[in-house]
Nanobody, 121 residues
C-alpha cells in the first residue's frame, strides 16, 4: 500500500491542523493505521493509532485530549485532527499502515513521506 500524507503547516501555539493520509494500492480496510512523528535529533515516536474497523484508538499520553485520529475506509483515508498545538508538537508527522494495533514503529510496514508541522510560540 502507498501512503500520501498532507495537511501540515506553520501555526501559532494553540492553533489547529487536520492532517490527512490517502492510501492507494492495497486493501485499506485490512490495515491498522497509525500516526508517528519525529522531531530533529529525536527518535520517531508514536502519536496515535486506529484499528481496522474503527473500533479502537490509542494515543500517546502527550497528545491525549488534543489529537483525534479517524478513518473512512470507503475513502481510503485516515486523518489526524491536531488541536491546542504546542511548540513541542513541532515535528515531521508520518502516517503508517500495519497489521496489528500497536504503538511500535516496527509493527508498521508501510510509511508515507511525512508532512511538516511547525508550531510557533
Amino acid at each position: 500500500v502507498q501512503l500520501q500524507a498532507s495537511g501540515g503547516g506553520l501555526v501559532q501555539a494553540g492553533g489547529s491542523l487536520r492532517l490527512s493520509c490517502a492510501a492507494s494500492g492495497g486493501t485499506f480496510s485490512s490495515y491498522t493505521m497509525g500516526w508517528f512523528r519525529q522531531a530533529p535529533g529525536k527518535e520517531r515516536e508514536f502519536v496515535a493509532a486506529i484499528s481496522r474497523s474503527v473500533g479502537s484508538t490509542y494515543y500517546a499520553d502527550s497528545v491525549k485530549g488534543r489529537f483525534t485520529i479517524s478513518r473512512d475506509n470507503a475513502k481510503n483515508t485516515v486523518w489526524l485532527q491536531v488541536n491546542s498545538l504546542k511548540p513541542e508538537d513541532t515535528a515531521v508527522y508520518y502516517c503508517a499502515a500495519g497489521r496489528m494495533l500497536s504503538r511500535a514503529p516496527r509493527d508498521f510496514g508501510f510509511w508515507g513521506q511525512g508532512t511538516q508541522v511547525t508550531v510557533s510560540s
